[in-house]
Protein backbone atom coordinates (compact mmCIF):
# COMPACT_ATOMS: atom_id res chain seq x y z
CA UNK A 1 0.00 0.00 0.00
CA UNK A 2 1.51 3.40 -1.23
CA UNK A 3 0.43 6.33 0.35
CA UNK A 4 1.81 9.71 1.78
CA UNK A 5 3.81 9.64 5.28
CA UNK A 6 3.11 11.16 8.02
CA UNK A 7 4.51 11.72 11.51
CA UNK A 8 2.83 10.71 14.21
CA UNK A 9 1.82 14.68 15.34
CA UNK A 10 0.41 14.73 11.85
CA UNK A 11 -1.90 12.43 12.58
CA UNK A 12 -2.77 13.70 15.83
CA UNK A 13 -3.41 17.13 14.02
CA UNK A 14 -5.53 14.73 11.58
CA UNK A 15 -7.46 12.52 13.92
CA UNK A 16 -8.21 15.28 16.79
CA UNK A 17 -5.70 13.72 19.33
CA UNK A 18 -2.92 14.16 21.65
CA UNK A 19 0.72 12.41 21.09
CA UNK A 20 1.80 10.74 24.11
CA UNK A 21 5.78 9.52 22.96
CA UNK A 22 7.56 10.37 19.87
CA UNK A 23 5.93 12.72 17.53
CA UNK A 24 8.03 12.63 15.00
CA UNK A 25 8.13 8.78 14.64
CA UNK A 26 7.01 8.26 10.76
CA UNK A 27 3.90 6.35 9.88
CA UNK A 28 4.62 4.52 6.71
CA UNK A 29 1.16 2.15 6.95
CA UNK A 30 -1.77 1.15 8.90
CA UNK A 31 -2.47 -2.13 9.65
CA UNK A 32 -4.29 -4.25 12.20
CA UNK A 33 -2.51 -5.30 15.88
CA UNK A 34 -1.38 -8.87 14.44
CA UNK A 35 0.00 -7.62 11.05
CA UNK A 36 1.56 -4.16 11.21
CA UNK A 37 5.37 -3.92 11.55
CA UNK A 38 7.93 -1.54 13.26
CA UNK A 39 7.12 1.05 10.66
CA UNK A 40 3.24 0.69 10.78
CA UNK A 41 0.69 2.40 12.80
CA UNK A 42 -1.83 0.05 14.49
CA UNK A 43 -5.32 0.88 16.46
CA UNK A 44 -7.27 -0.60 19.13
CA UNK A 45 -10.16 0.49 20.89
CA UNK A 46 -11.16 -0.81 24.91
CA UNK A 47 -12.80 -3.60 23.65
CA UNK A 48 -9.34 -4.69 22.30
CA UNK A 49 -6.54 -3.00 23.77
CA UNK A 50 -5.17 -6.39 25.39
CA UNK A 51 -4.39 -7.53 21.70
CA UNK A 52 -1.16 -3.91 21.91
CA UNK A 53 1.08 -6.60 23.72
CA UNK A 54 1.45 -8.46 21.22
CA UNK A 55 1.86 -6.51 18.26
CA UNK A 56 4.82 -5.34 16.66
CA UNK A 57 3.31 -2.03 15.25
CA UNK A 58 6.33 0.81 16.33
CA UNK A 59 2.91 3.64 17.05
CA UNK A 60 -0.85 3.07 18.16
CA UNK A 61 -4.17 4.96 17.90
CA UNK A 62 -5.52 4.03 21.15
CA UNK A 63 -8.47 5.82 23.42
CA UNK A 64 -8.37 6.27 27.17
CA UNK A 65 -5.34 5.70 29.50
CA UNK A 66 -4.18 2.43 27.35
CA UNK A 67 -0.68 1.44 27.63
CA UNK A 68 1.68 0.34 24.69
CA UNK A 69 4.95 -0.89 26.31
CA UNK A 70 6.48 2.51 25.87
CA UNK A 71 5.92 2.97 22.41
CA UNK A 72 4.40 6.34 20.63
CA UNK A 73 0.72 6.82 20.83
CA UNK A 74 -1.93 9.04 19.37
CA UNK A 75 -4.88 8.65 22.12
CA UNK A 76 -8.57 9.28 21.00
CA UNK A 77 -11.56 9.72 22.01
CA UNK A 78 -12.99 6.62 19.26
CA UNK A 79 -10.14 4.72 17.92
CA UNK A 80 -12.65 3.61 14.93
CA UNK A 81 -13.86 7.59 14.38
CA UNK A 82 -10.00 7.93 14.08
CA UNK A 83 -9.20 5.02 11.94
CA UNK A 84 -11.91 6.01 9.73
CA UNK A 85 -10.50 9.99 9.48
CA UNK A 86 -6.99 8.52 8.55
CA UNK A 87 -8.94 6.74 5.65
CA UNK A 88 -10.01 9.88 4.79
CA UNK A 89 -7.12 11.52 4.36
CA UNK A 90 -5.03 9.04 2.55
CA UNK A 91 -7.60 7.80 0.12
CA UNK A 92 -6.75 8.67 -3.28
CA UNK A 93 -9.42 9.62 -5.83
CA UNK A 94 -10.98 6.81 -7.82
CA UNK A 95 -9.62 8.23 -11.51
CA UNK A 96 -13.02 8.48 -13.22
CA UNK A 97 -13.66 9.20 -16.72
CA UNK A 98 -13.26 12.51 -17.41
CA UNK A 99 -16.18 14.95 -17.83
CA UNK A 100 -17.56 14.35 -21.73
CA UNK A 101 -18.28 11.06 -23.73
CA UNK A 102 -16.42 8.25 -24.98
CA UNK A 103 -15.91 7.67 -28.57
CA UNK A 104 -17.32 4.45 -28.17
CA UNK A 105 -20.16 5.51 -25.63
CA UNK A 106 -24.19 5.74 -27.00
CA UNK A 107 -26.27 8.68 -26.04
CA UNK A 108 -29.41 8.97 -27.86
CA UNK A 109 -30.04 12.15 -29.51
CA UNK A 110 -33.25 13.27 -26.89
CA UNK A 111 -31.24 12.24 -23.80
CA UNK A 112 -30.03 15.33 -21.40
CA UNK A 113 -26.91 15.17 -19.86
CA UNK A 114 -25.96 17.79 -17.16
CA UNK A 115 -22.99 20.08 -17.25
CA UNK A 116 -19.36 17.65 -16.85
CA UNK A 117 -21.40 14.71 -17.36
CA UNK A 118 -19.02 11.61 -17.64
CA UNK A 119 -19.96 9.11 -20.18
CA UNK A 120 -16.88 5.87 -20.27
CA UNK A 121 -16.39 3.53 -22.88
CA UNK A 122 -18.97 1.10 -24.17
CA UNK A 123 -21.88 3.29 -21.57
CA UNK A 124 -24.86 3.95 -23.27
CA UNK A 125 -27.53 6.42 -22.48
CA UNK A 126 -31.49 5.56 -23.57
CA UNK A 127 -34.07 7.61 -25.42
CA UNK A 128 -35.21 10.47 -23.09
CA UNK A 129 -33.19 9.49 -20.09
CA UNK A 130 -31.93 12.07 -17.87
CA UNK A 131 -28.48 12.29 -16.39
CA UNK A 132 -27.64 14.86 -13.23
CA UNK A 133 -24.61 17.08 -12.94
CA UNK A 134 -21.01 15.59 -12.49
CA UNK A 135 -22.83 12.13 -12.73
CA UNK A 136 -19.84 9.70 -14.03
CA UNK A 137 -20.81 6.71 -15.86
CA UNK A 138 -18.05 4.15 -15.93
CA UNK A 139 -17.38 1.71 -18.77
CA UNK A 140 -20.10 -0.39 -19.99
CA UNK A 141 -22.86 1.20 -17.39
CA UNK A 142 -26.20 1.39 -18.93
CA UNK A 143 -29.26 4.06 -18.24
CA UNK A 144 -31.72 3.04 -20.22
CA UNK A 145 -35.02 4.37 -21.53
CA UNK A 146 -36.72 7.30 -19.81
CA UNK A 147 -34.44 6.80 -16.54
CA UNK A 148 -33.36 9.54 -14.72
CA UNK A 149 -29.94 9.61 -12.15
CA UNK A 150 -29.36 13.15 -10.09
CA UNK A 151 -26.29 14.73 -9.76
CA UNK A 152 -23.02 13.79 -8.31
CA UNK A 153 -23.82 10.06 -8.97
CA UNK A 154 -21.27 7.06 -9.77
CA UNK A 155 -22.40 4.42 -11.97
CA UNK A 156 -19.31 1.72 -11.87
CA UNK A 157 -18.60 -0.60 -14.42
CA UNK A 158 -20.78 -2.43 -15.99
CA UNK A 159 -24.36 -1.09 -13.14
CA UNK A 160 -27.56 -1.12 -15.30
CA UNK A 161 -29.94 1.58 -14.31
CA UNK A 162 -33.69 0.53 -16.07
CA UNK A 163 -37.49 0.10 -16.13
CA UNK A 164 -38.24 3.80 -15.67
CA UNK A 165 -36.12 4.33 -12.18
CA UNK A 166 -35.18 7.23 -10.80
CA UNK A 167 -31.76 7.52 -9.03
CA UNK A 168 -31.50 10.67 -6.11
CA UNK A 169 -28.63 12.43 -5.61
CA UNK A 170 -24.77 11.05 -4.81
CA UNK A 171 -25.70 7.67 -4.95
CA UNK A 172 -23.07 5.15 -5.55
CA UNK A 173 -24.20 2.30 -7.62
CA UNK A 174 -21.41 -0.82 -7.50
CA UNK A 175 -19.87 -2.95 -10.66
CA UNK A 176 -23.12 -5.01 -12.08
CA UNK A 177 -25.41 -4.17 -10.19
CA UNK A 178 -28.80 -3.29 -11.48
CA UNK A 179 -31.21 -1.23 -10.73
CA UNK A 180 -35.06 -1.67 -12.28
CA UNK A 181 -35.16 -5.27 -13.57
CA UNK A 182 -38.55 -6.82 -13.30
CA UNK A 183 -39.28 -8.68 -10.33
CA UNK A 184 -40.05 -12.66 -9.83
CA UNK A 185 -43.19 -13.08 -10.63
CA UNK A 186 -45.42 -15.74 -12.34
CA UNK A 187 -48.92 -16.74 -13.08
CA UNK A 188 -49.87 -20.09 -13.63
CA UNK A 189 -52.24 -20.96 -15.91
CA UNK A 190 -52.90 -24.85 -17.50
CA UNK A 191 -49.87 -25.80 -16.18
CA UNK A 192 -47.40 -22.92 -17.56
CA UNK A 193 -45.50 -20.24 -15.81
CA UNK A 194 -46.53 -16.84 -17.29
CA UNK A 195 -44.20 -13.90 -16.59
CA UNK A 196 -45.93 -11.26 -14.80
CA UNK A 197 -45.77 -7.74 -16.40
CA UNK A 198 -44.21 -4.81 -13.75
CA UNK A 199 -45.23 -1.77 -14.90
CA UNK A 200 -43.70 0.22 -11.82
CA UNK A 201 -40.17 1.29 -10.92
CA UNK A 202 -37.56 2.09 -8.75
CA UNK A 203 -36.86 4.79 -6.64
CA UNK A 204 -33.31 5.36 -5.18
CA UNK A 205 -33.51 8.46 -2.59
CA UNK A 206 -30.02 10.56 -2.28
CA UNK A 207 -26.62 9.17 -0.59
CA UNK A 208 -27.38 5.60 -1.27
CA UNK A 209 -24.84 3.40 -2.08
CA UNK A 210 -25.72 0.36 -3.75
CA UNK A 211 -22.45 -1.96 -3.81
CA UNK A 212 -21.43 -4.75 -6.57
CA UNK A 213 -23.62 -7.57 -8.39
CA UNK A 214 -26.91 -6.59 -5.94
CA UNK A 215 -30.23 -6.38 -7.27
CA UNK A 216 -33.30 -3.82 -6.81
CA UNK A 217 -35.95 -5.27 -8.63
CA UNK A 218 -38.87 -3.06 -10.52
CA UNK A 219 -42.11 -2.67 -8.82
CA UNK A 220 -45.22 -4.73 -10.18
CA UNK A 221 -47.10 -0.99 -10.04
CA UNK A 222 -46.07 1.82 -7.98
CA UNK A 223 -42.45 1.76 -6.56
CA UNK A 224 -39.92 -0.44 -5.55
CA UNK A 225 -38.27 2.57 -3.23
CA UNK A 226 -34.68 2.81 -1.42
CA UNK A 227 -34.49 5.62 1.27
CA UNK A 228 -31.98 8.45 1.92
CA UNK A 229 -29.27 6.93 3.07
CA UNK A 230 -29.40 3.34 3.05
CA UNK A 231 -26.32 1.08 2.56
CA UNK A 232 -26.49 -2.17 0.36
CA UNK A 233 -23.80 -4.46 0.43
CA UNK A 234 -22.49 -7.01 -2.32
CA UNK A 235 -25.23 -9.85 -3.92
CA UNK A 236 -27.95 -8.34 -2.10
CA UNK A 237 -31.63 -9.17 -3.49
CA UNK A 238 -34.44 -6.17 -3.02
CA UNK A 239 -37.38 -7.69 -4.53
CA UNK A 240 -40.41 -5.81 -6.36
CA UNK A 241 -42.66 -2.91 -4.30
CA UNK A 242 -40.07 -3.14 -0.82
CA UNK A 243 -40.12 -0.30 0.76
CA UNK A 244 -36.25 0.14 2.11
CA UNK A 245 -36.38 2.48 5.94
CA UNK A 246 -33.61 5.72 5.51
CA UNK A 247 -29.93 4.71 7.06
CA UNK A 248 -30.95 0.60 7.01
CA UNK A 249 -28.46 -1.90 6.42
CA UNK A 250 -28.31 -4.54 4.18
CA UNK A 251 -25.03 -6.59 4.72
CA UNK A 252 -23.83 -8.94 2.24
CA UNK A 253 -26.09 -11.92 0.13
CA UNK A 254 -29.18 -10.66 2.09
CA UNK A 255 -32.58 -11.45 0.83
CA UNK A 256 -35.77 -9.20 0.93
CA UNK A 257 -38.96 -10.90 -0.41
CA UNK A 258 -41.50 -8.56 -2.48
CA UNK A 259 -43.73 -6.13 -0.83
CA UNK A 260 -41.16 -6.22 2.15
CA UNK A 261 -41.19 -2.92 4.25
CA UNK A 262 -38.47 -2.45 6.59
CA UNK A 263 -37.95 0.94 9.04
CA UNK A 264 -35.48 3.43 9.30
CA UNK A 265 -32.37 2.45 10.04
CA UNK A 266 -32.68 -1.34 10.08
CA UNK A 267 -29.71 -3.88 10.17
CA UNK A 268 -29.58 -7.12 8.16
CA UNK A 269 -26.92 -9.03 8.79
CA UNK A 270 -25.02 -11.24 6.11
CA UNK A 271 -27.18 -13.91 4.54
CA UNK A 272 -29.94 -12.97 6.79
CA UNK A 273 -33.57 -12.58 5.13
CA UNK A 274 -37.09 -11.35 5.29
CA UNK A 275 -40.17 -13.24 3.92
CA UNK A 276 -42.69 -11.69 1.71
CA UNK A 277 -45.77 -8.88 2.49
CA UNK A 278 -43.54 -8.67 6.20
CA UNK A 279 -42.49 -5.36 7.95
CA UNK A 280 -39.92 -4.56 10.20
CA UNK A 281 -39.86 -1.79 12.65
CA UNK A 282 -37.89 1.33 12.99
CA UNK A 283 -34.11 -0.04 14.44
CA UNK A 284 -35.09 -3.45 14.45
CA UNK A 285 -31.63 -5.49 13.98
CA UNK A 286 -31.81 -9.27 12.49
CA UNK A 287 -29.07 -11.04 12.62
CA UNK A 288 -26.47 -13.48 9.74
CA UNK A 289 -28.49 -16.27 8.76
CA UNK A 290 -31.41 -14.80 10.62
CA UNK A 291 -34.95 -15.36 8.32
CA UNK A 292 -38.10 -13.36 9.49
CA UNK A 293 -41.31 -14.85 8.79
CA UNK A 294 -43.57 -12.42 10.43
CA UNK A 295 -43.30 -8.83 11.62
CA UNK A 296 -41.20 -7.66 13.96
CA UNK A 297 -41.69 -4.61 15.81
CA UNK A 298 -39.27 -1.82 16.21
CA UNK A 299 -36.01 -1.91 18.24
CA UNK A 300 -35.95 -5.41 18.54
CA UNK A 301 -33.04 -7.70 18.32
CA UNK A 302 -33.78 -10.98 16.21
CA UNK A 303 -31.76 -14.29 15.18
CA UNK A 304 -32.05 -17.60 13.91
CA UNK A 305 -34.86 -19.43 11.53
CA UNK A 306 -37.19 -18.63 12.02
CA UNK A 307 -35.92 -15.37 13.55
CA UNK A 308 -36.90 -15.03 17.08
CA UNK A 309 -36.12 -12.41 20.11
CA UNK A 310 -32.28 -13.27 21.14
CA UNK A 311 -32.80 -14.40 24.50
CA UNK A 312 -35.50 -16.66 23.29
CA UNK A 313 -33.06 -18.11 20.53
CA UNK A 314 -30.30 -18.60 22.86
CA UNK A 315 -32.26 -20.58 25.14
CA UNK A 316 -33.64 -22.81 22.63
CA UNK A 317 -29.80 -23.24 20.96
CA UNK A 318 -28.67 -23.99 24.96
CA UNK A 319 -32.06 -26.39 24.91
CA UNK A 320 -30.48 -28.10 21.60
CA UNK A 321 -27.41 -28.89 23.17
CA UNK A 322 -29.06 -30.85 25.92
CA UNK A 323 -31.20 -33.07 23.26
CA UNK A 324 -28.27 -35.90 23.10
CA UNK A 325 -28.24 -36.69 26.44
CA UNK A 326 -31.79 -35.86 27.11
CA UNK A 327 -32.66 -38.61 24.49
CA UNK A 328 -30.28 -40.93 25.90
CA UNK A 329 -31.59 -40.56 29.75
CA UNK A 330 -35.43 -41.21 27.76
CA UNK A 331 -33.86 -44.26 26.50
CA UNK A 332 -32.74 -45.46 29.42
CA UNK A 333 -35.92 -45.05 31.09
CA UNK A 334 -38.07 -46.79 28.53
CA UNK A 335 -35.44 -49.47 29.25
CA UNK A 336 -36.42 -49.32 32.59
CA UNK A 337 -39.75 -49.11 32.05
CA UNK A 338 -40.10 -52.12 29.86
CA UNK A 339 -38.17 -54.23 32.37
CA UNK A 340 -40.52 -53.11 35.41
CA UNK A 341 -43.78 -54.11 33.10
CA UNK A 342 -41.91 -57.71 32.18
CA UNK A 343 -41.11 -58.21 35.77
CA UNK A 344 -45.07 -57.29 36.88
CA UNK A 345 -46.18 -59.62 34.26
CA UNK A 346 -44.28 -62.45 34.89
CA UNK A 347 -45.49 -61.73 38.93
CA UNK A 348 -49.09 -62.14 37.67
Not at 269 to 293: C, E, F, K, P, R
Not at 308 to 328: G, N, Q
Request: glycine share 12%.
Amino acid sequence: MSIEQLTLRRVAEIVGGNVDGDGAFVVASIAPLDEAGPADLTFADARHASGLAGSKAGAALVEAEVDFAGRPTVRVADAQQAVYQLLCHWAKAENPPAAGMHATASVAPDAKLGPDVAIGPGAAVGPGAEIGDRTVLCANAVVAAGCVVGTDCTLAEGAVVRGQSVIGNRVRIGPNSVIGYDGFGFQTVDGVHNRVPHIGNVVVEDDVEIDACSCIDRAKFGSTRIGRGAKIDNLVQVAHNCRIGPGSILAGLVGIAGSVTLGKYCVLGGHSGVADNNTIGDGTQIGAYGVALQDIPAGEKYVGLPARPVRETLRIWHSEAKLPDLLRQVRQLESRLAALESSQTKNH
